[in-house]
């Protein structure tokens, strides 16, 4: 995640910087904030937030600020579904828990056990209006991710980078794994960049430290991060260019990529800016009074 105290990417390229917008679906603030989260506070980001549990999208509409907004729709591929209500809100899902799975790891068992199900009705991201023209996709709806994409053929075109939560285990059955999804990104022009963070568990029946959350050897999930091919910027407009190095450089700290991106931008525009950019960097931050 990038450094709070790194000048924002728009102080460093003289305000150059075009505000983007974020989609998130399950923005649920059950964790810590998201990462587009400084970007957001100094204006240079807009989220159009989905959360359907009644609870959580109230705490979102209570502390939203002029440049969000949120949706009750449980996004999906636009049909009807069941939804598992489990004992661990974090765990309800569009998908059924695998139960073989859980048992593998102390505390999912009862985490995942399925208190109620109630059918409810998907929207596709492409039929919502309201998140067109998004540069950034967050993604965190316990296995469904890869069906939302799967139905969001105009949303992808637009999208610069993608975070999505992806499972190296099917915690929930005929979930897809990292490798579908990335499989999948990879046919429309985006690479992995990194995963943060990764989320490990030991194994059945031994337990660390008597802490059933501490993690050993297995990875179980991870939030993935794919941006747009280095190699394929040719198909990027200027603006993009500009969008998805302020989105890399404020929510991901990809300073490397960041300062390529602005390269490019100046190659084609006969700018001046990467030389600012990669100066700031450099430079010592500025002593409190």
């Given amino acids: 995640m990038a450094d709070a105290t ?11 910087a075009p505000r983007v917008k974020v989609i998130d679906i399950g923005a ?8 587009y989260a400084g970007m957001l506070r100094a204006g ?12 959580a999208l109230a705490v979102l509409e209570a502390r939203k600020g002029p440049l969000e907004r949120y949706f009750p729709h449980a996004v999906g591929d636009g049909g009807q579904h069941l939804l598992h209500i489990c004992q661990a809100p974090g765990m309800t899902s569009l998908l059924e828990p695998d139960p073989a799975v859980l048992a593998l790891f102390h505390g999912f068992p009862e ?11 998907t929207v596709r991201l492409d039929d919502v209006p309201e998140t067109m023209g998004a540069a950034l996709l967050k993604l965190d709806i316990q296995g469904a991710e890869l069906m939302v994409l799967r139905h969001a053929g105009q949303r992808l075109c637009d999208a ?9 285990l099917p915690l929930y059955k005929g979930q897809p794994l990292f490798s579908e999804m990335e499989l999948f990104l990879r046919g429309h022009g985006f690479v992995l960049h990194r995963f943060f ?6 194994v059945q029946p031994m337990m660390v430290n008597n802490d059933p959350y501490a993690g050993l050897g297995q990875l179980v999930w991870a939030d993935a991060v794919f941006m747009r091919d280095l190699t394929r910027l040719d198909v990027l407009t200027d603006n993009h260019l500009m969008a998805m190095a302020a989105i890399l450089h404020d929510a991901y700290g990809a300073y490397d990529i960041a300062f390529r ?7 084609r525009s006969g700018a001046a ?17």
């Fill in 273 to 289: 800016r990467a030389d600012a950019y990669f100066s700031g960097l450099q430079a010592p931050l500025p002593q409190a009074a």
């Fill in 261 to 267: 991106l602005v390269a490019e931008h100046d190659r």
């Fill in 44 to 55: 240079d980001a807009e989220v159009v937030g989905f959360e359907p549990n009644r609870a």
């Fill in 111 to 121: 985490w995942g056990r399925v208190l109620a199900t109630e059918t409810v009705e």
């Fill in 28 to 35: 649920n603030p059950i964790d810590s904030e998201p990462p």
């Fill in 197 to 202: 963070p990764e989320v490990t568990r030991a």
């Fill in 6 to 16: 790194a000048p924002s990417f728009r102080t460093l390229t003289g305000g150059a």
């Fill in 160 to 168: 610069l980078v993608i975070q999505a939560e992806v499972e190296f």
